[in-house]
């Protein structure tokens, strides 16, 4: 019996420990090569969805381009002049995520008319079982599960093993 119920218990943690591990994955990074001459209208659905807290991160060359946060409708328009953040220097720039709503981003160099522009809609909860989702949907995927996270879990399974023989 006790040892049933250690099995039982052991068998709890080890379920925890590991469904306790994709709330470390939920953040992605997406990488986006920023370049003139190209056309981003259909990047979006190819790689989101996008959730509050995700990541955004334009490579570019500076001087060929830059990023310029704008509302709607200076993405509309193509038009820089109410820029909400405004990035040009180096070689990437890094963009958290960290609202619930529709980010626009449009270079103004003018290749902006021929599709250099950004609507990113994020949404607001990570799908409840992100395994599937896990997988890296960029270049690199700097937030999922760090090796240290899975030591914890492989510990936690070890030592309840220990106990339970
Ligand atoms: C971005 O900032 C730089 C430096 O402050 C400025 O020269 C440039 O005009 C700005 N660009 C836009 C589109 O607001
Ligand atoms: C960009 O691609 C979209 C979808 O393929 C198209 O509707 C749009 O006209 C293109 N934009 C430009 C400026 O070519």
Redesign the pocket.
């Known amino acids: 019996m006790e040892t049933g119920r250690k099995a039982v218990c052991a068998l709890l943690v080890a379920v925890c420990a590991c469904a306790a591990l994709p709330a470390t994955t939920t953040a992605n990074k997406f990488s986006i090569n920023w370049q003139p001459n190209t056309n981003y209208s259909d990047w979006p659905a190819k790689h989101g969805p996008f959730y509050k807290g995700d990541w955004l991160v334009f490579y570019y060359t500076a001087g060929q381009a830059?990023v310029?946060q704008v509302d709607a409708a200076g993405y509309n328009k193509c038009d820089?002049?109410n820029?909400i953040s405004?990035y040009?220097k180096g070689r990437n720039y890094a963009f958290e995520l960290n609202e619930t709503k529709t980010y626009y981003f449009i270079c103004?160099y003018g290749y902006c008319f021929g599709g250099m522009r950004l609507a990113i809609k994020t949404e607001k909860l990570p799908p409840p079982s992100p395994p599937a989702a896990a997988k890296d949907k960029s270049a690199a995927a700097p937030f999922a599960a760090s090796p240290a996270s899975l030591l914890f879990a492989a510990v936690a399974v070890h030592a309840t093993l220990l106990r339970m023989f």
């Open positions: 830059d310029i820089a002049t820029a405004n040009s103004s």
